[in-house]
Antibody, heavy 121, light 106 residues
Framework: EVQLLESGGGLVQPGGSLGLSCAAS????????MGWVRQAPGKGLEWVSTISGSGGSTYYADSVKGRFTISRDSSKNTLYLQMNTLRAEDTAVYFC??????????????WGQGTLVTVSS | DIQMTQSPSSLSASVGDRVTITCRASQSISSYLTWYQQKPGKAPKLLIS???SLQSGVPSRFSGSGSGTDFTLAISSLQPEDFATYYC?????????FGGGTKVEI
């Protein structure tokens, strides 16, 4: 059974940093691309970033490019999102999600339950 | 960026009704269209990929159609557990983009 468990959310001040983790199990982690999707309170879904199965290719939404960094550690079956220079508009539930293929950004077939990031002073 | 426009943004329906939701892309995306269902406080759930391929375990009352720029999600006979918000997503190119969602209410 595929399981994705996010952690690391919380309250952070504008301009601050926060790191999210997503522990994956139930599938061959390095064989699939992984991504982050966020949802601001009461709003729709917004793609944030995707990383290929090998970790060699990364893709970002323009809204986070240069501030967020996606990475993965296949030895730990864990996906990461390092978020720097946070803004109020980054406040959202962040979902970790698995793609059905290894390479190009695609849809997501499994999702974690999400972790809330609140950017506020 | 490819814009995804869903309509309606919300609808009221009854158990047993047939419901259709449309999703329009701002340019052709072939069949790179996915539908998700999301219930309050929960993660999205994959329903349909490739515009019309039903995910394993998803009831057959759900169906998807379309290609190019115009797509439809249909629920043939609405069940109580189908009341949720539905999103389309294109994976033709980055940035990946979602429609604004359609809330299906009683």
């Amino acid at each position: 059974e595929v399981q994705l468990l996010e952690s690391g959310g919380g309250l952070v001040q504008p301009g601050g940093s926060l790191g999210l983790s997503c522990a994956a199990s139930g599938f061959s982690f390095s064989s699939y691309a992984m991504g982050w999707v966020r949802q601001a309170p009461g709003k729709g879904l917004e793609w944030v970033s995707t990383i290929s199965g090998s970790g060699g290719s990364t893709y970002y939404a323009d809204s986070v490019k240069g501030r967020f960094t996606i990475s993965r550690d296949s030895s730990k079956n864990t996906l990461y999102l390092q978020m720097n220079t946070l803004r109020a508009e980054d406040t959202a539930v962040y979902f970790c999600a698995k793609a059905p293929i290894a390479a190009r950004p695609n849809y997501f077939d499994y999702w974690g339950q999400g972790t809330l990031v609140t950017v506020s002073s | 960026d490819i814009q995804m426009t869903q309509s309606p943004s919300s609808l009221s329906a009854s158990v047993g009704d047939r419901v259709t939701i449309t999703c329009r892309a701002s340019q052709s995306i072939s069949s790179y269209l996915t539908w998700y269902q999301q219930k309050p406080g929960k993660a999205p759930k994959l329903l349909i990929s490739g515009a019309s391929s039903l995910q394993s375990g998803v009831p057959s009352r759900f169906s998807g159609s379309g290609s190019g720029t115009d797509f439809t999600l249909a629920i043939s006979s609405l069940q109580p557990e189908d009341f949720a918000t539905y999103y389309c997503q294109q994976s033709y190119s980055t940035p990946l983009t979602f429609g604004g969602g359609t809330k299906v209410e009683i």
